[in-house]
C-alpha cells in the first residue's frame, strides 16, 4: 500500500484529506501541538517550520504524495511576525516540495484565494495574483516554490473553508454556535468569496492526485457570495434566527490586514476534469446531515 504524507493533518482540511485517504493509502500525518484521533492515520509532531525536520519527515516516510495543508493561517498576526510568517507558508513550503521531488513523491500545496487582490472576483487559474496582504504574499511564494520543484506538482485554491471540526472554530462553526446561544454577531457584508465545504475539497484533493497533469486548480463552492449572505444561509438552515448575524462593512472592524474585497473564484477547470464543485446549500446540507449542532462543543481557538 502507498503511503500518504498530510502535512497539518491536525487542521480541518488535513484531518479530512487524511481520514478519506486512510481508505487507500498508508497515511502519515502530522500534528502541531494536540495529537488527533482519527482511525486508521499514524499522526506523527511536526512544526512545519522546521525545515529539517520536515524534509527528514518526507525522507524517513518515503511517501507516494505529500498534502500540504499546513500553514500560518491567521491574516493579521502574520503582518506582525513577517519572518515566521514567511517561514511556514513559503520557506518549508519550498523545502518539503523540493524533498518530495528527490524521493519521486508528487507534492500538493493547499493555497488560498487570497493572492488576488479582490477587485475583480471570480478568478481563474490563470489570472494575474496581486495579494493585498503579507499573508497572501507569503501563500503566492509557496505557490511558486511549489512548482518550481517540479511541473508536477500541484497548486490547489479554496475560498472560506468551512465544516465541523472539534480543534478550532471557522467561519461557520463561530457563525453557529454564537447564534445557537441567541448571541448576536457582525458579519461584514463588503467580503466576498466562494464558500467550500472542507469534506468535498478533501475529495476533490485526493481525486486531483490521481490527474496526470500539474499546476494549478481552483478547488472552491460554486457560488460567490458575501460573509453575511452565507452567515444567512447557515442560519436559515439549521433552523436559527438569521437576524442575528449583523450587517457591517469591513471598515468597521478595524483589522490590521487588508483583505480583497471580493476573491471568489471560478472552479471550471476542475469540472472540465470531473470534479465535483458543490454549491453553498448543498455544502450546508452536507454538514447537517453529518451531525447535531447540539452536540457540538465549540473550540477556544478560531481559525482565521
Known sequence: METLLVVGGSGLVGAKVAGLASKA???VATYRETKPKVAGVDFVPLHKERVE???????KTKPASVVDTAAMHNVDRCEDERELAWQV???STGAIARAATDIGARYLFVSTDFVFDGQRGQYREEDVARPVNYYGETKLAGEHAALAASANNLVVRPSVIYGWDDTRLNFATWVLTNAREGKSINVVTDWIGSPTLADGLA???LRLLELP???VYHLA????MSRH???????KAFGLDPSLAKPVRSADLNMKAARPPNS???SAKAKRHRIAVVSADEGVAAMKGQRSLDSFVPPARFKS
Open 229 to 235: 449572505e452565507f452567515a444567512v444561509r447557515l442560519l
Open 53 to 59: 525536520d520536515a524534509m527528514a519527515l518526507v525522507r
Open 264 to 266: 471568489s473564484l471560478t
Open 203 to 205: 475529495a476533490s484533493i
Open 221 to 224: 463552492g460554486a457560488e460567490a
Open 25 to 27: 493509502f498508508h497515511v
Open 89 to 91: 507558508n513559503a520557506g
Open 213 to 215: 497533469d500539474g499546476g
